[in-house]
């Protein structure tokens, strides 16, 4: 009887590691942007000498330790997932995948843990000039084990630097640096690591607009409103700036993303970018002829421009990229996904012939079938696929998270700029409207940092590594029971330990600094 | 094969049972949340404990994920093989240490939900059940796993899972194997004593100090039973061995006594560090004050575990076997990384001395001022 693998377990397997993701992805860009604010507080302190700016550091490393804890244990539990989930993931890419999460580990997490410490102990214990050392070590040491893990992620979304060894039945690394410098990769590090300062810089300008609007400690408040708001207007415009850089590299590396992302189903030169739009529910299989848009309202020639640099570039639709056919940017024309379909296929029966030849001690026929498998190795992952219509990834979830994300990302310009001009002008403290805005945008900078992870994965469905391996061809073999419990397990715990840390945060936030006599 | 390449695997065992004998090291974290009831008798002395080993939890963490980092990058096929199939241990392992991650954090801020004793409680749970159940996934190195695999499974397109588990209980089963379950106790009574040990280091305070001392003996003794009947059992079982021509493996009989005589350093490795553990113990449970025990017990208990990852791993021995399909047992050249991955990490890894430095010295420069009751009293001072 042929075993096939239960579609249910996939889906449960995704959803465990998009919960474990997401939840992890609530407090690693605070981390990140509040470790940063904190720093520049302590180095002004060290600096200057004034106290003040010691306490105000010290009560925004309160929060930041609160939310570091339960940042730390969700990350375990990604780290793993990877052999509990996605076992034959590990092996067919452990080779290449595992490397930065050795290195991330010996690296950074080290250096983390190391300083962490005595960021958090040693006031009292080392001097201010090692205090401070410490304390930027601490983000520094986030920041680089956020490098290497979003190398890996990179990786995946555009495998390069490796090669497929028929013998050991994997990929193998064979350049380093093509792993670790991939335009990808570096693009994804710096958009990412930049769009998570946007979050702390949200998180610290809100808190320190309740301060103000209970008018409560207002030097503590403008003081930190000014260093965040200018921190958080670099954020987004460096956002902004690397965003770009990152649609650039999608739209070259995974055109099918960029595609779901614009809901464009044809295809063409000088194709314009949807700045608003509501998809059609009616639209269900991309070649029904059945317009993909209720509404939608765009900017001529955009998309082409973002994604070609050329306002009248070739951008690929769904049904271009399904059907083939289109002259690439290389001068070839792109085949169909049904004859990505055959071809990957075919690399499969070759792998198979090939380990069948080498049993045999048949090396001449073993040379001939591992011909056919590179030949056909761009498309090892297609052979999986069962249906091209399984090619394109959830359109909705995609098309709207990543408008979701621009609109916010734009929305943060406006409101960075404003703080930054408002405190200059000494207005900040009798701008109340301002202030509740401030405040209520904190889980907007969430919901936004949140929607730009959903753009990133769901958009590369049903993709594990692209183009390589899908996700049901990576999957561990599990009881769907035991992936389910596992998954109701992680989201009471993670939800129970959420609340928890969101009530410890207001407390914290409610008790305010705690300011030596002299320095408020 | 290049005898580079087969350096390197050996270089990356080295690697891998270092970190694993640090890990177990680091444990004396979960030893000590696990003692907070038997040793701390009023909340000062609790919160004292607490501050002692509880701020060393991060390197105990983190070194559990170098741990499985490094394995993954040189191992993957263990970390499929492993992770993949015996689910529920693992799962269990890392809902131990989640729990653990909030809870010194959280168990005594304002505004925590579940109150301060279920973050102890949470505590507690991690010091019982993470060495134990980590223990005894160790001991499923020496008495076997029920997996198979098979890497051509890779080319059935309906189910390409190369590696699957061989019953349904997808792990748990190995707490069936009484001397998988001896070593699971004999990592956890190891904690509880360099815990007590790092207490009486650490803790400036007579009576914590005095009942560590009292808390060592039954604590040893349990550690003694459990540990020696692991190691005898080992030496005198039938061992995996592999073949080095033929690459087969089968059972060789004390094939673990065998890799300690065929490899001498080791086994001194192993007699210096078992000697140094009981050193430090019995040097601090005589009379007198001294308070060094944990330097000894602590690098005793390095080399001990170095000893015995080493034991399993090299010497054409298969260190992840199964049970049940002898021929898919790991040996560290059929689960390894290719040259190329091996030799790159290898480059990284020639900065680990540097890392081990900076961590001494923050390290020292936090401990050397003891913990005592007036620092846990201090105002505005972040504590535990």
Redesign the interface.
Known sequence: M????DTSLIDWSRAQFALTAMYHWLFVPLTLGLGVIQAIMESIYYKTGDPFWKDTA?FW??IF??N???G??????M??Q???????????V??????P???????A??????????M???????SKR?HLT?TWLTIIGATLSALWILIANAWMQFPAGMQF?PD???N???D?WAVALSPVAINKFFHTVVSSWIVGSAFVVGISAWFLLKKRESRFALGSIKIAATFGLIATLLTAWTGDGSAYQVAQKQPMKLAAMEGLYEGGNGVGLVAVGILNPAKQAYNDGVNPFLFNIQLPKMLSLFAERDLNGYVPGIINLIDGGYTKNDGTVAISAEEKIKRG?IA??A??DY?RAKKDKDEVAAQQYRTTLEANFEYFGY??VRDKADLIPPLGLTFYSFRVMVLLGGFFILLFALAVFMERKKKMEKAVWLQWVLLCSIPLAYIASQAGWIVAEVGRQPWAIQDILPVS?S?????VG?VQA?FF?FLI?FT??L???I??????IK?GP?FEKQSN | MDSTYILLQQYWWFIISLLGALLVFLLFVQGGQSLLFTVGKTELQQKMMLNSTGRKWEFTFTTLVTFGGAFFASFPLFYSTSFGGAYWVWMALLFCFVIQAVSYEYQSKKGNLLGKKTYQIFLIINGVLAPILLGTAVGTFFNGAEFSVNKENLMEIGMPVISSWDNPWHGLEAVLVIWNVCLGLAVFFLARIQALLYFINNINDEEVDKRSRKQLIPETALFLVFFLAFLIHTLVQDGFAVNPETKEVFMQPYKYFMNLIEMPAVLVVLLVGVVSVLFGIIKTILPGNWKKGIWFSGVGTVLTVLALFLCVGWNNTAYYPSVTNLQSSLTIENSCSSLFTLKTMSYVSILVPFVLWYIYHAWKALDIRKIDKKEMEEEGQHTY
Do not use: C, H, P
């Open positions: 042929v075993e096939n693998i010290k490393m309160k330790g609160i570091f804890a339960i730390i244990a969700t990350g375990l539990i780290e793993f990877f052999g509990t989930n996605w076992s034959n993931y590990s092996w067919f452990g080779d290449i995948f595992g490397a999460l050795a290195i991330e580990g010996i690296l997490f080290f250096m983390e843990a190391t300083f962490i410490a005595i958090f102990f040693g006031w009292n214990k080392v090692f410490a060894n050991t039945v994997r193998e690394m064979n380093f296929q499969i029966k792998l198979a380990k052979g999986y061809a999957v561990s073999k599990l009881s035991s596992t397990l715990l129970v330990l609340v928890a840390e009530g410890i945060m207001i407390k914290a008790k705690e």
